[in-house]
């Protein structure tokens, strides 16, 4: 194997007990990501526990904490290969509760899978106003992940079993809200599968014969195929930019014995070296980078699109935090914003949005409350025409340009220069009540001589 795999990050989202870690289990078990000894173990301890049916997630739910609950929290990276990629997954949390933890996943991700369950209550009940199959799918597409596969998983659990009646049904249904958010349809894949049983996941299913194949039209290409691994082997590799600044938002900082700081995230544009000095925003650190890994193999030279851990000199850990975002020193390092002016759509807000509301927003791996100071137009959110100048308050369905102002230093960019930090996600009321890109920033002059 002479030639580099290209990388795709890929987020498995979708409503909490969709089957959304064992089927990923499962395929990280059949490509090769886990060793069977793991799982021999991970069956044994599943048995005594009275949790059989849990092992493949097991694979994923790794934290403790999570092993009694059977809920995946933190976001978990895991590898595997097919043809032509290599996929690194992450698995995104279900709950409600842990929606913020999904959107720093599905922020550094090329590609969704939404795994819907056809089984009876468990389809309706994530497809229902407040279900998270519709939530998920709305956030990856807001951040920016345009290819999305759906898995009906649990086919086996269905009367009668595989049937096809019900794959229809769930397909209709899911096709039709993914138009409504701004998924074209035909271009979507929709695969029915068993994560458990393993059915039409790497071979294609005895079990359902009337299951033709899957199909996308998209002007990257038609792509046709069976099984779920293919539609994998399908995917449009995402066009990185390697040669615009560094960018790489921090998703955790460690600690780690004999080595030191380890900051962790997904290189978004530009490219990472050992020796490079970086500028932590809004930290207001700098740094050298000592050495960098992905998958705890070194690497000399790291590109966008890898998630990377790196290990610098002389930062403490509690210096830096999750949403940081490093850049090169020497090359438009990043800088906080005093505010910045959006372009958003309100989704659903019970009342009105007047100056001075202030939700939390989740942008890239940051989550930070901002205060909306200005609303300045009310545009249409088909054509981006302007409306009506200095609305008064904005409602749910509305679209306007707005300034925000954040109530803690915070790093983003325009949404033109580096789209992967000029998307966000705002939330109240546990639930997103809108979402939106950055079209400009005012830069803190404090934090540095302006550019």
């Known amino acids: 194997m002479a030639k580099e795999r290209t990388h795709i990050n890929v987020v498995i989202i979708g409503h909490v007990d969709s089957g959304k870690s064992t089927t990923t289990g499962h395929l990280v078990y059949k490509c090769g990501g886990v060793d069977p000894r793991t799982i ?14 849990f092992k493949y997630a097991w694979v994923l739910d790794k934290l403790k904490a999570e092993r009694e609950r059977g809920i995946t929290i933190d976001i978990s990276l895991l590898k595997f290969n097919t043809q032509k990629y290599t996929i690194t997954i992450i698995d995104a949390p279900g709950h409600r509760d842990f929606i913020k933890n999904m959107i720093t996943g599905t922020s550094q991700a090329d590609v969704a899978l939404l795994v819907v369950s056809a089984a009876k209550g468990e389809f309706e009940a994530g497809i229902s106003r407040n279900g998270q199959t ?8 807001t951040l920016g992940v345009k290819q999305i596969i759906v898995c009906v998983n649990k086919m086996d659990m269905i009367e009668p079993p ?16 993914l138009k409504k958010i701004g998924y074209e349809p035909t271009a979507v894949p929709f695969v029915p599968i068993s994560g458990w049983t393993g059915e039409n996941m790497l071979t294609a299913t005895q ?60 290189i978004e544009t530009g490219i990472l070296k050992p020796g490079m000095t970086l500028t932590f925003s809004p930290a207001k650190l700098t740094a050298e980078v000592k050495s960098i890994e992905m998958h705890h193999q070194g690497l000399e030279t790291a590109l ?89 308050a904005l409602v749910s369905g509305d679209a306007a340009t707005v300034k925000l102002v954040p109530n803690r230093p915070l790093c983003v960019e325009s949404f033109f220069t580096y789209p992967a930090l000029g998307r966000f996600a705002a939330r109240d009321l546990k ?3 809108a979402v939106g890109v950055i079209k400009s920033v005012e830069k803190d002059q404090g934090s540095k001589k302006s550019k």
């Open 134 to 141: 519709r939530e998920h799918a709305l956030l990856a597409y």
């Open 431 to 433: 639930q997103t009540v």
């Open 207 to 266: 079990k359902m014969s009337w299951f033709k194949g899957w199909k996308i039209r998209r002007k990257e290409g038609n792509a046709n195929g069976r099984t779920l691994l293919e539609v994998l082997d399908s995917i449009h590799p995402p066009v990185r930019t390697a040669n615009k600044p560094l960018r790489l938002p921090l998703q955790d900082v460690y600690k780690i014995g004999g080595v030191g700081t380890v900051p962790v995230g997904k």
């Open 40 to 53: 021999e173990k991970f069956e044994k301890a599943a048995a005594q526990m009275g949790k059989s049916s």
């Open 304 to 392: 966008p699109g890898y998630n990377v851990g790196f290990n610098i000199k002389n930062v403490a850990v509690k210096n830096l935090r999750r949403g940081d975002v490093a850049g090169n020193a020497q090359h438009d390092p990043p800088s906080d914003v005093s505010s910045f002016t959006a372009q958003l759509i309100i989704l659903n807000h019970p009342g009105k949005i007047k100056t001075g509301y202030s939700p939390v927003l989740d942008c890239h791996t940051t989550h930070v409350t901002c205060r909306f100071s200005e609303l300045k137009e009310k545009i249409d959110r088909r054509t981006g025409r302007k409306l009506e100048d200095w609305p008064q």
């Open 162 to 177: 595989y049937s096809q009646k019900r794959y229809d049904e769930v397909v209709q249904s899911v096709s039709m809200y």
